[in-house]
């Protein structure tokens, strides 16, 4: 179990700048982590958790724990609230809507939510390329949910003014346009549900 505050910024690409990008990153640093994970984003029908600002995850990985994330949205960045799941816990979660018991069931308890009312709402598929550089982390993702496959290239780093800072400088480099507006995954997930 664990806490941390994430700030990340990110821009959505189109294929052919995935393709250039990540052809960069994957000559220049052979040190890169390449992986593919599914997320399974779990809310009520009337989506009391994300009105309220929190993302409800489990992450599959391959040769990897299941992991439950709770993100929980702040003025700079992220609380996330992880939580590593055994294969019955996650069995459980993906047929059943049974939450484990630990700090993240602690929490939407505490916060009032009605547990049984959630629901498995979708799912993500995501290849991802990571690259560590000093302090920031530079992700490059290849996206798929529901009939759509999208990219983006996004920073991890230890303050959102160095997110920003890192990303700005990558959009100058690669000649792309930022937007201070750009939605996490969950959230272009959630708007072709037909939520805001």
């Not at 052809?23 to 220049?28: D, I, P, Q, T, Y």
């Not at 809507?97 to 993500?124: A, R």
């Not at 480099?173 to 939520?195: A, C, H, P, Q, V």
Request: glycine share 4%; hydrophobic share 35%; net charge negative.
């Amino acid at each position: 179990m664990s806490q941390e505050i994430e700030y990340e910024k990110r821009v959505l690409i189109n294929e052919d700048q995935y393709q250039k990008i990540l052809h960069f990153f994957l000559e220049k640093y052979p040190d890169h982590r390449s992986f593919e994970q599914k997320n399974y984003y779990f809310d009520t029908f009337s989506f009391d958790l994300k009105t309220r600002g929190i993302v409800f995850r489990l992450r599959k990985m391959e040769k990897e724990h299941p992991e439950l994330t709770l993100k929980i949205k702040e003025s700079n960045g992220d609380l996330e609230i992880n939580q590593i799941l055994t294969s019955e816990e996650e069995k459980n979660l993906l047929s059943k809507n049974e939450i484990p018991e630990g700090e993240i069931k602690n929490f939407l308890s505490h916060e009032d939510f009605l547990l049984p009312s959630l629901d498995l709402l979708g799912s993500l598929k995501t290849n991802r390329m990571e690259v560590r550089i000093n302090d920031y982390l530079i992700v490059v993702d290849k996206n798929e949910y529901i009939d759509v496959c999208d990219y983006n290239l996004e920073i991890e780093a230890n303050s959102i003014m160095r997110a920003e800072s890192i990303i700005l400088e990558l959009c100058h480099s690669f000649g792309l346009e930022y937007k201070n507006d750009y939605s996490s995954k969950s959230n272009r997930l959630f708007k072709l549900l037909g939520i805001k």
